[in-house]
């Protein structure tokens, strides 16, 4: 359900509407809005009877919400959300690249990435600090160390850090580095740290499990939001089909379906859908086209010999004939941003 506010709303209103909510045993959501709030109604496992909410001073409307996630639906929120980390603004219609190497393996390799990816435009600097791999035999990353690295290089390039919490138990030491969380595709239904996540106060990259459906992947979204964490972004990563060309299948059908359902940014990673560095610049085209608000890519100074996803990694000259062709697609974009909106 959604309650939207009159106008001119007081604040003392708002709150008695959030408290008769409260005393239906169900939780309020106010969500401000460009000219008046509205407030998401969670908890409810029926239909609700709106008339005691409907009666109430400064209410305008009462709207059922009809999809079973709520807080990430477009019918409870209809403006996109956008969210800022330091100087880039995300979802708010100018493509941004996030990229680096899929794993931190030295502060040499670190150090030499980021200064070329801030030369090239990159916006955000990747690195896994910890990795789930599939193999237990697999390098798994450098744990506290390659949290340490990621600050030093932030603090030399001033990069914004996205890296990965690979469980609740380190949660806390990701949270104090990272300036974006991200969620791995083998964790969007690991419920827990969906719901330490939602607690925290940093924005989630929230990945799509390989075999999730649409409705799966919001309402994993959903976890994160119902908990209070508003700064969400979605992030498709490819899926797994019978395809035996790629190592994985980009559904790009879910970028603009994502758009028209979800008032979240979405993003897209191209590495890991194609596992073929060669393949990854025309991904990342389709993406951008296909409505994403930005890319995440996978980029290593000498991907050969990297520790993790070499393969589908770019070079640093790849990197810049990425970055020379999405500047060419900007006023393209830009416009059909401007239609959407």
Partial sequence: MLIVMKADATPQQLDSVCAMVR???????????PTRVAIGVTGNTQPVDAEPIRGLAGVMEVIRVTQPYKLTSREMKPDDTVIRVGEVEIGGGVPFVIAGPCSVESREQMSKTAAALREQGAAMLRGGAYKPRSSPYSFQGLGEEGLTILREVRAA????VVTEAVGTEVFDAVEETADIVQIGSRNMANFPLLKRAGQSRRPVLLK????????????AAEYIMSEGNRQVMLCERGIRTFSDHSRYTLDINIVPELKRRSHLPVLVDPSHAAGRRDSVIPLARAALAAGADGIMVEVHPDPDRALSDGAQSLTIPMFAELMAEIEIMRPVLARAAGRKA
């Fill in 23 to 33: 005393t239906l045993g169900l939780t309020p959501h106010p969500i401000p809005g």
């Fill in 157 to 160: 390039t001033h990069l914004p």
């Fill in 208 to 219: 799509r499990l390989m075999s999730a459906t649409l409705e799966e992947f919001l309402l």
